[in-house]
């Protein structure tokens, strides 16, 4: 009877469940103030279940649980179900606030709760089994591995590198050309502005990179106005593409499936990301190639049988991880931040007469970057970027608090607040998906540190009040970096990298094909964000969960040491978390990029498809 009871009731249970939580709307939520609503009348406004979609779902996951459940509970570990967890809160958190712009949905009422908790366990055990049943499925039948390794045709072979960059550049081609000289979004036309005197310099955007890109418009304002913009777009596009190419070269040198390697290309040249940022003259394109080949150049430093491979001794390739990792700290002013971590944990992968090269790096790059922020900036009479950069996270609680509690406020916190930012214009700016309309308001150059010890004192006595408005601000400003299923609203992802902005004065800049011919290319990388699976790929929260679902495999495989190579990916997420826009796939291109290697990288080290057996040099 108990194994009766084992292999049929739980299964059973648990599919409902599942089901459950998959016909929730989030359209409805209860009120802790109407005692009116019970738990029943509360599931029936909430649910959608009439339709026969559901109906297909339930009898699929029934019998998917029916026939898995014996395996996954052999298969499930503490991991899985931690993830599982995890997924499960961000699912709550992204079906809440992306309905109800609240976290009402999991806190009105007892009722209400009881429902996000059932809601909570139908997604757990759906993420709990598949991530089980994954994790066992690699550890018996590894994903890289293949007995029959088919190759490309002989000139593919011989020249893939070549083939990869054409291919790829092909795919950017319909941008390139509808677009045509290219797009030049606010980012990209502030730093060609400042280039020009038109605005002041400042390191709002990197000024190394706005030199760069100032200079090739320059060379090409010889010829016309729309030739210097094409100039700029031309070399960066050629420079992304050898970047992209180089890492599935890269990848495939290592051994990679040839699905692998097609996917790869069909990665970098397909996905419709790429080719808008193909043609536009922003930061990001130039960050996210350098970061996408500097992770496939820092595995093979960790990796001496991968160094082998390349040919090149650690010493030249320290050379090259250094050289790339400094280009990405002047392409993004926070590039710093992700490659001073990962030299810093390079010293946990060299020998032991290697690891001063690690130490050098992390002084050089730290030196360096400083030196030109610090001594270079200033002597070219470029002055820094603003500090509200900093306080997008305080700014939005400070917002929402005033947008909540108006009356809950005192004067001595209202004077702190106004000496900041515009105590008056705030709660009417606020925006919970974008602070950048609150960061307008902050008064700049006449803050002292004082202003600021005071605005913060402040801050901090209204969240002892209210901490939970401060939780929702920020929930509702990052929700969309781990929901993988809900576009950005804030901003369009593709309406930034496809628009004609004024460029400088008395510019003849302008494209050649009508608004309508761009319109319909657009249009059609907006459907991208529709279809199912698509979607998830210009999704930004797909790489959060991708990460974190790599981080536990190699967990379950006991492959300890290759979580420290994730460092930088991981990094990349905080970045996001804490940027003023939720969910804006341009803020996680940079791990969208590097996907592929990491990809390879973890299932590859998780399963000792490459041998990570440290061989000092001489």
């Given amino acids: 009877m108990e194994k009766k009871l084992k292999k049929y009731t739980l299964p059973v249970i648990a599919a409902i469940l599942t089901v459950f939580a ?75 606030f992306s309905v109800q712009g609240n976290w009402s949905f999991f806190t009105a009422g007892r009722n209400q709760i009881l429902i996000a908790l059932l809601t909570w366990a139908g997604f757990f055990f759906l993420f709990d089994i598949v991530i089980s049943l994954l994790y066992a499925y690699g550890e018996k039948h590894p994903f890289l591995h293949s007995r029959n390794i088919k190759k490309f045709p002989e000139f593919m072979e011989k020249h893939y590198l070549l083939v990869a960059f054409l291919l790829i550049l092909a795919g950017w081609l319909p941008y390139i050309l509808i677009f045509w000289p290219g797009s030049v979004p606010y980012d990209g036309f502030r730093q060609l502005n ?9 390191n709002k955007h990197p000024w190394e990179l706005s030199l760069i890109m100032g200079a090739l418009m320059t060379i090409g304002n010889v010829i016309s106005d729309n030739w210097g913009i094409f100039m700029v777009v ?98 993004r002013n926070n590039g710093l931040y992700m490659v001073l971590p990962a030299f810093i944990l390079l010293f946990f992968f060299l020998g032991k007469k290697r690891r001063l090269y690690a130490v050098g790096m992390v002084i050089l790059v730290t030196v360096g970057y400083m030196g030109l922020q610090k001594e270079v900036a200033p002597r070219l009479y470029i002055g820094n970027f603003p500090s509200r950069v900093f306080f997008s996270i305080p700014m939005q609680q400070t917002a929402r608090y005033l947008k909540e509690y108006p009356d809950d406020v005192t004067k001595e916190e209202a004077k702190a607040i106004d000496g900041v930012m515009k105590y008056d214009e705030i709660a ?36 002892l009040r209210h901490p939970g408005v401060y939780i929702e601000a920020t929930l509702h400003n990052s929700y969309g970096y781990y929901y993988p299923f809900h576009n950005c609203t804030a901003q369009s992802s593709y309406r930034f990298y496809t628009v004609n902005e004024p460029l400088i004065e008395e510019s003849d800049y302008h494209q050649i094909f009508s608004a309508e011919t761009r319109n ?99």
């Avoid at 970098?268 to 990301?273: A, D, E, G, Q």
């Avoid at 804006?584 to 998780?606: D, E, H, S, T």
């Fill in 520 to 618: 319909q290319l657009k249009r059609y990388a907006d459907l991208w964000s529709q279809i199912p699976g698509l979607a998830q790929i210009c999704n930004a929260g797909t790489y959060t969960w991708i990460v974190i679902l790599l981080l536990g495999y190699l967990i379950y495989r006991k492959r300890w040491k290759g979580i420290l190579v994730l460092a930088a990916p991981a990094l990349n997420v905080a970045i996001c978390i804490a940027s003023p826009v939720n969910g804006l796939l341009r803020y996680a291109f940079p791990l969208m990029a590097c996907m592929p290697a990491v990809i390879f990288w973890g299932l590859a080290y998780a399963e000792k498809a490459i041998d990570e057996k440290r061989t000092d040099e001489k």
């Fill in 194 to 202: 400042m280039f020009a005197g038109n605005q002041r310099f400042t």
């Fill in 22 to 96: 998959l016909s929730m709307t989030g359209l409805y939520a209860g009120s802790a103030d109407n005692p009116g609503e019970t738990f029943l009348s509360l599931c029936k406004k909430e649910m959608t279940g009439i339709g026969i979609d559901k109906l297909v779902v339930l009898i699929a996951i029934i019998a998917l649980y029916m026939k898995c459940w014996r395996n996954f509970c052999r298969s499930c570990k503490w991991i899985t179900h931690l993830i599982a967890a995890m997924f499960s809160v961000f699912m709550l958190i992204g079906m809440s």
């Fill in 428 to 463: 009417d700016l606020y925006n919970p998906e974008l602070s950048d309309p609150v960061k307008a308001t902050y008064r700049g150059g006449h803050i002292t540190m004082a202003k600021l010890k005071r605005y913060f004192n402040a801050w901090f006595s209204m969240f």
């Fill in 234 to 331: 031309g070399v960066l596009a050629l420079i992304y593409a050898v970047c992209y190419a180089t890492v599935c070269y890269k990848l495939k040198s290592w051994g990679a499936p040839r699905w692998f390697n097609i996917c790869c290309i069909a990665f970098f040249s397909l996905v419709p990301v790429f080719g808008a940022y193909s043609q536009t003259i922003i930061k990001d394109g130039s960050f996210s190639a350098l970061f996408s080949l500097f992770m496939v150049i820092y595995v093979e430093c960790c990796i001496p049988t991968l160094r082998e491979k390349s040919g090149q001794s650690l010493r030249q390739q320290l050379t090259v991880l250094f050289l790339v990792g400094f280009g990405m700290c002047i392409t």
